[in-house]
């Protein structure tokens, strides 16, 4: 089987990796952005060569189809870089939330069976090399731990771990893409559960690139291209919103994500302004931040954002309808609410454009009340 089209959702026609994504518009338009970080580009080219390195160096380990490889990364380019070539190899990636403690680190890593672990150096502010280290260093079955440095060319700060850099060097070269099943698991996503420690959603490939497929139809905005959509990447791609709605989405249409490692409202603002954002996605706390951020910015600025912006849509929590109807009237765009759980990948319900009567809540109402509950934990 073979993954023929951007738009083709016929499973016969789809090779189920998600890590095809990347391939094919690489071999394609090997030159289109995919990834903003600044003024820093990566184009799906650059980006298919660095997940190919990634896929080479663990093969190289002697890790086989089917091993776990941990992930602690903010949003940068590196995410989805080891995100795809995890995948390319046959693996299965397990994201982790960059505010682990040393000891989370080593049970997510004992727990998920990690065999290797990548890490980025992090900040003076979230050292997460250090904590990496630490819980690496309490999890005997993790083999291979493999620093992200800011500076790809610097040495490691980490003794005895290898670099993303080194890897790039040593690594470099095509990788075939390693076939896999529609139930073959593709990720590894933790959630808090209800009780005890955190318990580990086992996704596949079938899960992860359907959920894709139906959020790119969410995102569908008329009369333009969908593969010429601007998405900010400002929700956590270690998360299963940000990284199904917003990673995955994209990349299956061909799309640039533009990444922003930490929300600030004032950022998030420039960011749409200079780079022509088209899409975002948050959850209700970052439209409370932009709608109060939105009153500095001068009148220009703001008609060229909303000139642009076409597309929002809003999970994690219940949306206010104050907030909504307030963030609408200011921007100009409909915000379009949905539920999920990291266990449905995670899109379950979604309003739509096409909706001949959306009504605010409705999508959290109704699904709280199928699950016997007024409020319930949400992935997206």
Request: aromatic content about 8%.
């Amino acid at each position: 089987m073979r993954y023929t089209g951007l738009h083709n959702t016929d499973l016969e026609d789809f090779m189920l990796s998600l890590a095809s994504f990347i391939l094919e518009h690489a071999r394609v338009t090997p030159e289109r952005t995919a990834l903003r970080l600044g003024e820093r580009t990566v184009s799906y080219g650059q980006l298919d060569a660095m997940a190919s390195a990634v896929a080479r160096y663990l093969v190289a380990q002697g890790l086989e189809v089917g091993d776990k490889v941990a992930l602690s990364c903010p949003n940068l380019p590196f995410f989805p870089a080891v995100y795809y070539g995890v995948l390319r190899a046959g693996m299965v990636v397990v994201p982790l939330n960059v505010l682990l403690k040393p000891a989370e680190i080593a049970y997510h890593l004992q727990d998920s069976d990690a065999k290797a672990y990548f890490v980025f150096e992090g900040t003076p502010e979230l050292p997460l090399a250090q904590a990496g280290a630490a819980g690496f260093g309490d999890a005997p079955g993790c083999q291979h731990l493999v620093v992200m440095t800011a500076d790809t060319a610097a040495p490691s700060p980490l003794e005895g771990a290898v670099t993303f850099g080194q890897i790039m060097q040593r690594h470099a070269g095509a990788f075939d893409l390693v076939p896999q099943g529609g139930e073959d698991t593709a990720v590894i996503l933790y959630t808090s559960g209800t009780t005890g420690k955190p318990k580990g959603a086992e996704l596949t490939h079938l899960n992860m690139v359907m959920n894709a497929v139906v959020s790119s139809r969410l995102v569908h905005i008329g009369g333009m291209e969908q593969k010429d959509q601007v998405f900010l990447g400002a929700l956590p791609l270690f998360h299963v919103f940000g990284q199904t709605c917003v990673m995955n989405t994209m990349f299956y249409l061909g799309g640039q994500v533009v990444l922003l490692p930490r929300f600030a409202a004032e950022d998030a603002l420039r960011a749409m302004t200079s780079c022509g954002v088209t899409t975002f996605a948050g959850v209700p706390t970052m439209y409370w931040g932009l709608l109060n951020a939105a009153r500095d910015v001068s009148a220009d600025d703001f008609a060229a954002l909303k000139g642009k912006l076409k597309a929002c849509l809003s999970g994690g929590s219940a949306m206010p309808v104050e907030l909504l109807r307030r963030f609408e009237e200011v921007f100009s765009v409909a915000i379009l609410e949905g539920y999920g759980l990291s266990e449905t990948s995670p899109v379950a319900c979604f309003n739509t454009t096409t909706a001949n009567a959306r009504s605010a809540r409705s999508v959290r109402q109704s699904s709280a009340s199928r699950s016997g509950s007024s409020e319930t934990t949400t992935g997206c």
